[in-house]
């Protein structure tokens, strides 16, 4: 079954930094480019970060550019999101996605994983 | 980056047909012919229901259609059935990124 499995997620207090984990399973994660996506809670999805199939461009949105590293390890076919210097406006549920034709196309999506950014 | 804009909420009766309409801007939606629309029920992952404007993956009814005009890309769903019932969001390839739309929340009436 082709599937993303996402895991990493929980309370943080702000200031603070997490790694969240993707894991890829069913297909090779190589062959695709990759998202992050997130969801704060009852509002709609954002887009995070991109990156290509050999890590060779990476892309994020204003919002969490320069305090996000987005990474892949595809010979363990994985996707991990490094996430440092958290506010209380990262509180969401994190998805990585699969770009299935590279042009925005998020055809797999994982269960998402919470992060509640909190004092 | 801003968001797209969508409509709030829609609704429909069952039977009937509904349009969503997602407004951009000439440097995402009116650039490319790369919009996306994801439909999403409480508490689970989207699952995309149209990609490149007007293309449906395999297994997604025939009653969900996309099109699109200048800045702006739309979402019809015909036929409406209680299980369309939920919120959906449409996405824009924008080079060096993706922007959402606030997404609609379709109550079938």
């Known amino acids: 079954e082709v599937q993303l499995v996402e895991s990493g997620g929980g309370l943080v207090q702000p200031g603070g930094s997490l790694r969240l984990s993707c894991a890829a399973s069913?297909?090779?994660?190589?062959?695709?480019?990759m998202n992050w996506v997130r969801q704060a809670p009852g509002k709609g999805l954002e887009w995070v970060s991109y990156?290509?199939?050999?890590?060779?461009?990476?892309y994020y949105g204003d919002s969490v550019k320069g305090r996000f590293t987005v990474s892949r390890d595809n010979a363990k076919n994985s996707l991990y999101l490094q996430m440092h210097s958290l506010r209380d406006e990262d509180t969401a549920v994190y998805y990585c996605?699969?770009?299935?034709?590279?042009?925005?196309?998020?055809?797999?999506w994982g269960q998402g994983t919470m992060v509640t950014v909190s004092s | 980056q801003s968001a797209l804009t969508q409509p709030r909420s829609v609704s429909g009766s069952p039977g009937q047909s509904v349009t969503i309409s997602c407004t951009g801007t000439s440097s995402d939606v009116g650039a490319y012919n790369y919009v996306s629309w994801y439909q999403q029920h409480p508490g689970k992952a989207p699952k995309l229901m149209i990609y490149?404007?007007?293309k449906r993956p395999s297994g997604v009814p025939d009653r969900f259609s996309g099109s699109k005009s200048g800045n702006a890309a739309s979402l019809t769903i015909s036929g409406l059935q209680a299980e369309d019932e939920a919120d959906y969001y449409c996405c824009s390839y924008a080079g060096r990124y993706r922007v959402f739309g606030g997404g609609t929340k379709l109550t079938v009436l």
């Open positions: 990156i290509s199939t050999s890590s060779s461009t990476i």
């Open positions: 996605a699969r770009d299935w034709n590279f042009r925005g196309a998020f055809d797999i």
């Open positions: 490149d404007v007007t």
């Open positions: 069913g297909f090779t994660l190589s062959s695709y480019s």
